[in-house]
Structures are given as C-alpha cells and as structure tokens.
C-alpha cells in the first residue's frame, strides 16, 4: 500500500466514524429529548415554556445566535432538523424534567465509565467521540482507533435504541428497518 491509499484509508475512516456519529448520534440523542418532554407536551411548548432560562443561556453564550433563530424563529416554530447534536444536548438539559433523566446529578461534561449504562451515559458517549473527531489535528483515524470508536459508538446507538423503544409507544423507526445493518452498509 502506498502513501496515498494510506492516507485515503485514514481519512475514509475518519469520515466514516464522522458520519455515524453525526446522523445517527444526532438522531438518537433528539429521540432521546423528545421522548423525555412532559405527557402530552412538545419541543415547541417547552421552548415557550423554558424560554427565559434557554435565554439566560443565550446571554452567558451558552446558546449561539444562529442557535437561538433556530429555535425561535421569527416565523413559525423550530425546525427540528436543524437543530445540531450540541444545542439538543443542552435542551436535554435544559428541557427535559430532572425525573426523566433518573439521576440527581449527572456529570454533563466527563465521558462516562464503562460500567455507566444508563440512557444518558450513552448520549454522552456519542457526544465525546463527536468532541474528540471535531479536535482531531488531521481528519485521520487508524484502522485500530477507527475500530475502537465505531465498537463504543455502535454500542451506545444499540442501547439507545432498545432504551427507546422501551420507553416510546411506538418503535423508533431505524430497529424497525434494520437501521445499524444499513448504516453500517454504507461505510463498509
């Protein structure tokens, strides 16, 4: 092999981890956040609901301006397939009741251990390997590192998706198709 199909392996790798965490996490973690609203309520309710802390999050930067404009439109409501990974983890924080999340306190800003197995250990397991993608010097991750993290990430999407579908009334669309099976078709 040489350089360059190395080099090209690498950042395939890269890319492929990138995309599973970035569509998939972000799916499952906005999953996550609308199924854990108050019975009966919507994203759309909370945010007037919440508007005043999410605001204060606003002002300490938290919250970017082009985040807020996503929420709060000028017109209509939120759309909620633009919201990215980071602004629905802070409305899981945010938005969701504290009895929802099954723990007092939860350490928001730490990867989790691995004996950690609770619904939110798992978000913030996409979270860190999105974060840690995000810091890398070069889009580039060697075949073991690449394994390693798509194992951790792939894991965490499994249990996210039995977390949801017994939580949520109705399955959540990707186990019921066979979401992993194509996913992982696409990358490999």
């Known amino acids: 092999m040489d350089n ?19 569509i998939a996490g972000t799916d499952q973690i906005r999953q996550c956040v609308l199924d854990r609203l108050p019975a009966g309520q919507t994203l759309h309710t909370e945010l007037q609901r919440h508007r005043c802390k999410l605001d204060t999050l606003r002002r300490r930067r938290v919250i970017s301006e082009p985040q807020w404009q996503l929420l709060y439109p000028t017109q209509g409501n939120a759309d909620l397939a633009l919201i990215d990974m980071t602004l629905w983890i ?26 950690q197995t609770e619904w939110y250990h798992d978000v913030l397991r996409i979270r860190a390997t999105r974060n840690s993608l995000a810091h890398l ?10 394994d390693r993290l798509w194992n951790y990430v792939a894991a965490a999407l499994r249990r996210l998706d039995w977390y949801e579908r017994a939580y949520s009334a109705k399955p959540y669309f990707f186990l019921e198709y066979g979401w ?7 990358f490999f």
């Open 4 to 22: 360059g199909e190395i080099v090209d392996s690498l950042a395939r790798n890269y890319f492929r981890l990138a995309r599973l965490t970035l």
């Open 90 to 115: 802070t409305l899981l924080r945010t938005v969701v009741p504290a009895s929802e999340l099954g723990a007092r306190h939860v350490r928001w800003h730490e990867a989790p251990d691995d004996d």
């Open 137 to 146: 010097i070069r889009p580039e991750l060697d075949d073991d590192t690449f």
């Open 180 to 186: 992993f099976e194509k996913i992982h078709g696409l």
